[in-house]
């Protein structure tokens, strides 16, 4: 029965936990409104080798991340579903990845199921696959060539190894084509160790070749094809976004050698109380093949990115992937001697956090209020179905360990689906901009110049009037590389030069304006601009439109 209905069972949880929630809220900024301008830049111009943000060189990533976002585009329309379905697919390819790859290991139906479950319910991966930029695809790729790994040093005919190792190497050119050099070194991490033990040093130099030969292949048209186009790539991408961002001493998001070991436990989450004993099992079975190489994916990847300076907490989604199939092993083995234990804990831990998260909110309302308009009561709602259907859930687990085990997977589909469409005015207002834009588009369009202070908002609106030529208001953030170029330096405009240069745009025609007003300096903003213009407020977020001035 469960070789027969995991698999259309899996298919349906991913369809109702990953595919129906991906509408229900705005675009978030920066990320989300930025892969989506340039995906969709991509399908406007034709530009397919070189990332442009807003029409302005954008070199920090690679360039197949943005086609497949750009191809949800294409298929599903320039809408929020679009934009985050490439999100939602690479995720769903990972859980399936987990279900194939633990039936290779232990052709067992109830390890594979119980491993995937846990896999796809993880908060952190059901987040980030409707959450829109290039992390749930990179990740895949990742996970595709941990799972390439086993299947060539698992396989016994010719044919298979040279299929796998064929895997390999597709896995490791579309990762580098996603998000750089990372995809080539993981998978060395795992596979040098493992080869040394497992005294197969050879076979790994030998069809290794083969993986290189296929990574090339894949991956050398596009670099060849944006060196053409842009020479400077290269020198900015592996400078700029690899060595600098790992090792130098002014990295980005600069963090301690043990910020991820604390990240990993939550990432678990809410199947926390699961690892100690995942642990314990896979360090007393550590000398076996299997067990052995599980560690070494799940331990060489998050060693590597500790000793990086440059830390974000998306960097090591890829080490959940053999986590959860530790994970799976465990709670089969558990589930098959009756031993509920560990699930009752789970169920309890999960619930006190429910808890506890429902009083503090209840106490915020009361002393503070989170929520503070009365349009916002269906939000409030939403929230407490949340928390109370969380609770509920793992209370059945704590009750009856043993025959509702995956109940905790109705609390992380109750937090997907309800909680992103219902966060108060004061985040919504303030990080999705592009559905307070949706309100102007009319008269939006209607402007000739553009100008923004924000460029997580002049990405928002830029995506949503299909049109990259925002003029940036003393603000260039990431673009700064690019926006240096001589064909692209006009798009600056400093304070210096904004009054003049509204004068100028005003007797082109109309002017939209959208500004983020968080303090004072970007107030003094505002006051530099005319005062004869229509004015709109949501949030920290201003739109203001200037009709033409006469020449």
């Known amino acids: 029965m469960i070789r027969r209905w995991a698999l259309p069972l899996l298919l349906l949880a991913f369809g109702v936990f990953y595919l129906l929630p991906l509408a229900t809220h705005g675009l978030w900024i920066p990320d989300e409104t930025r892969y989506a301008q340039i995906s969709q830049e991509m399908l406007l111009t034709g530009k397919w080798a070189s990332p442009h943000f807003m029409g302005i060189r954008y070199f920090e990533k690679p360039a197949a991340g943005y086609w497949m976002i750009a191809l949800g585009q294409a298929i599903f329309g320039q809408n929020l579903f679009g934009v985050r379905f490439a999100s939602a697919l690479s995720t769903g390819l990972s859980i399936l990845l987990v279900y194939f790859v633990a039936r290779r290991l232990w052709n ?3 390890k594979s199921l119980t491993s995937a479950v846990l896999y796809m319910s993880f908060v952190s991966v059901a987040l980030l696959g409707g959450y829109a930029n290039l992390d749930p695809q990179f990740t895949f790729w990742v996970n595709l060539t941990g799972a390439a790994l086993w299947f060539c040093f698992d ?13 390999l190497g597709f896995a490791c050119g579309m990762g580098f084509m996603t998000k750089g050099f990372l995809a080539w070194l993981l998978p060395v991490l795992i596979a040098l160790p493992y080869a040394i033990w497992q005294k197969r040093f050879r076979e790994l130099l030998g069809y290794g070749l083969v993986a290189v030969v296929v990574a090339i292949v894949v991956s050398l048209p596009w670099a060849l094809a944006v060196h053409a186009q842009e020479p400077d790539y290269w020198n900015f991408f592996f400078w700029h976004e690899h060595i600098q961002r790992f090792a130098g001493d002014d990295a980005q998001h600069a963090e301690p050698f043990w910020y991820y070991l604390p990240l990993l436990v939550a990432f678990c989450l809410p199947w926390m109380a699961l690892l100690p004993s995942t642990l314990k099992q896979a360090w007393q079975e550590k000398r076996t093949q299997k067990t052995a190489f599980l560690l070494l994916w799940l331990l060489m990847p998050l060693a590597f990115f500790s ?5 974000l907490p998306s960097y090591i989604m890829p080490c959940l992937l053999p986590l959860a199939l530790l994970m799976g092993n465990t709670l089969a083995d558990k589930l098959a001697q009756a031993r509920s234990r560990v699930l009752r804990i789970n169920g309890w831990l999960n619930l006190a956090l429910g808890v506890l998260a429902l009083l503090a909110l209840t106490w915020f309302q009361l002393k503070k209020p989170v929520y503070e308009h009365n349009e916002e009561l269906l ?13 509920i859930a793992n209370l059945l687990q704590a009750a009856r360990p043993l025959r509702l085990w995956a109940a905790p997977v109705v609390g992380t589909w109750l937090l997907v689906a309800l909680v992103p469409a219902a966060l108060p005015h004061s985040v919504v207002y303030n990080k999705t901009p592009d559905q307070f834009i949706i309100d102007h ?18 990405s928002a609106l830029s995506w949503r009037l299909a049109y990259p030529q925002i003029m940036l208001y003393n603000t260039v953030g990431e673009v700064k590389y690019g926006i240096a170029f001589p064909d692209t ?14 004068t100028d745009a005003r007797k082109q025609g109309p002017v939209g304006v959208v ?37």
């Open 108 to 110: 067992d139906p109830r």
């Open 155 to 167: 396989s016994t005919t010719r044919r298979g190894k040279l299929w796998s190792w064929a895997l």
């Open 307 to 311: 000793l990086a300076k440059g830390k």
């Open 379 to 391: 939000s409030l709602v939403l929230v407490f179905v949340f928390l109370f259907g969380w609770i």
């Open 441 to 458: 588009i009319p008269e939006l369009k209607q402007a000739k110049h553009l100008l923004s202070n924000d460029l997580g908002a002049a």
């Open 489 to 502: 330096a006009y798009r600056k405009i400093d304070i210096a030069e904004v009054q003049q240069w509204m």
């Open 515 to 551: 500004m983020r007003v968080k303090g004072d300096d970007e107030q003094r903003e505002v006051d530099l601009l005319p005062q004869d213009g229509k004015r709109y407020e949501q949030g920290n977020l201003v739109i203001l439109f200037f009709p033409q001035s006469a020449p």
